[in-house]
């Protein structure tokens, strides 16, 4: 995938962020909550797992699938991430708008995995 970014990580014992979405900027994400997914990754990246209310796994997307979810002052954003072996590979990253993920969100992020994989 071509626009793919990969980011080596700071230490050799942690996995890297491999990212098929673009990445969260401040504005719109706020720096505070842009601080907090990058403390939460980091931990992900350490191999430490994380559950509700911050992550629940997303199997719909595909294996080794969750959505992180960080509340911001006016919304929640939500990151779609998969943990591979070699890296974290961050599928999509927006704004949560409805409920329930929409099967427009779940179809973008497996074909995002199928370009990435292949």
Same mark, same amino acid.
């Given at each position: 995938?071509? &626009?793919?970014?990969?980011?080596? @990580?700071? @230490?050799?014992?942690?996995?890297?962020?491999? =990212? $098929?979405? *673009?990445?969260? %900027?401040? !504005?719109?994400?706020? $720096?505070?909550?842009?601080?907090?997914? /990058?403390? $939460?990754?980091?931990?992900? *990246?350490? /191999?430490? %797992?994380?559950?509700? !209310?911050? @992550?629940?796994?997303?199997?719909?997307? /595909?294996?080794?699938?969750?959505?992180?979810?960080?509340? &911001?002052?006016?919304? +929640? =954003?939500?990151?779609?991430?998969?943990?591979? &072996?070699?890296?974290?590979?961050?599928?999509?990253? &927006? #704004?949560?708008? +409805?409920? %329930?993920?929409?099967?427009?969100?779940?179809? $973008?992020? %497996? @074909?995002?995995? #199928?370009?990435?994989?292949?």
């Amino acid at each position: 995938m071509s &626009d793919m970014i990969y980011i080596r @990580s700071m @230490s050799p014992d942690h996995k890297p962020l491999a =990212w $098929l979405a *673009q990445k969260p %900027k401040t !504005p719109p994400m706020s $720096l505070a909550t842009r601080t907090e997914c /990058g403390f $939460l990754l980091r931990l992900i *990246q350490m /191999g430490n %797992k994380i559950s509700l !209310p911050h @992550s629940r796994p997303m199997p719909i997307i /595909g294996k080794r699938c969750h959505e992180l979810r960080v509340n &911001d002052e006016k919304c +929640t =954003w939500r990151l779609f991430y998969r943990i591979d &072996d070699d890296a974290i590979v961050i599928i999509d990253v &927006d #704004n949560k708008k +409805t409920e %329930k993920t929409t099967k427009t969100k779940i179809d $973008l992020c %497996k @074909s995002r995995l #199928n370009d990435y994989d292949a």
